[in-house]
C-alpha cells in the first residue's frame, strides 16, 4: 500500500457502516488541482475507524484532510471501458474549513482570555537622608 494525503470537498453528507463487527465512517471526496491552467478534479473514496463523534460534521461540502493508505481498485464500466476508483483507509482525518460561514457546523474553539499582566507593587524603603 501506499500512504497518501489528500485534501476536498465531501460530495455528500457521510455514512455509518458496519463491516464485519467494525464501524466505518464513509465518504467520497473530490480533491481538485489546477494543471496547466485546467482544473483536474479526482474522486475519493474514504474509510475511516477512528472517531464516530465526527461523523455529524462530516457533511456534503466539508472540506477536509485525510491521511493514510491508498489503493486504486479497476472495474469495467458499462460502456465496457476499464475504469479505476481510488480508495483511501484513513488513519488521520481533520475538518479543515467550513461549508458555509455563516453556519457553524463544527464547534468553534473560544480563546482563552490572557491574564493581564498586573503592576509589580511599589516598594517603600526609609532611605530617607534626614
Do not use: C, H
Not at 95 to 101: I, K, M
Request: hydrophobic residues 30%; neutral net charge; charged residues 20%.
Amino acid at each position: 500500500m501506499i500512504t497518501g494525503n489528500v485534501i476536498g470537498n465531501l460530495g455528500k453528507d457521510a455514512e455509518m457502516k458496519t463491516i464485519g463487527e467494525k464501524q466505518y465512517i464513509t465518504f467520497r471526496m473530490a480533491s481538485t488541482v489546477r494543471r496547466k491552467g485546467e482544473d483536474k478534479t479526482t474522486w475519493v473514496s474514504v474509510m475511516y475507524r477512528q472517531n464516530d463523534n465526527l461523523l455529524p460534521y462530516l457533511k456534503k461540502g466539508q472540506q477536509v484532510y485525510v491521511q493514510g493508505d491508498l489503493d486504486v481498485n479497476f472495474y469495467t464500466s458499462r460502456d465496457g471501458s476499464t475504469q479505476g476508483d481510488l480508495s483511501l483507509f484513513a488513519n488521520q482525518l481533520v475538518l479543515v474549513g467550513q461549508r458555509d460561514r455563516q453556519e457553524q457546523s463544527a464547534p468553534q474553539l473560544q480563546p482563552q482570555p490572557q491574564p493581564q499582566p498586573q503592576p509589580a507593587p511599589q516598594q517603600y524603603t526609609n532611605d530617607l537622608p534626614f
